[in-house]
């Protein structure tokens, strides 16, 4: 993990984003909100790019792989407990990819971009004058 302030904090929103997106996807159809603008495939792309964004954010380059590797299997399991369920909800290849693309995407967008949450971390320290020396 990166040198951050509030470690614990990034790390239990993260888990606590990941274990939402593994509710959201198994929740029966009759009970899910009623869907957005975007395509089915537009939804799991923005979302494990977020995931992975959180992710790249807070751990150091040299893991990008695992967080990878975490977020693609994750939701390859998520599509097989789809098919498995039974609850008006369908396995989808094409989900896997829009869920791998976003990974990807979001991966090489903190790549590109560095540490967001050093950042913010910064700007907080600023902001209240807890600004270490």
């Not at 494990?48 to 299997?73: D, E, H, Q, T």
């Not at 396995?91 to 693309?101: E, I, P």
Request: with cysteine.
């Amino acid at each position: 993990m990166l040198p951050l302030r509030f470690p614990r904090l990034w790390l239990t929103l993260g888990w606590l984003a990941i274990g939402l997106a593994i509710v959201v996807c198994l929740m029966p159809t009759d009970r899910l909100p009623l869907p957005s603008n975007l395509s089915d495939k537009s939804e799991h792309f923005i979302g494990y790019l977020l995931l992975s964004c959180w992710f790249g954010g807070i751990y150091p380059r040299s893991r990008y792989w695992l967080i990878a590797l975490g977020l693609v299997v994750m939701g390859v399991l998520i599509e097989f407990a789809q098919g498995a369920m039974g609850w008006g909800r369908q396995a989808d290849v094409r989900d896997v990819v829009a869920n791998s693309a976003g990974v990807f995407a979001g991966l090489l967008l903190c790549w590109c971009f560095g540490s967001w949450a050093q950042r913010v971390e910064s700007v907080v320290a600023l902001v209240t004058g807890t600004q270490e020396s």
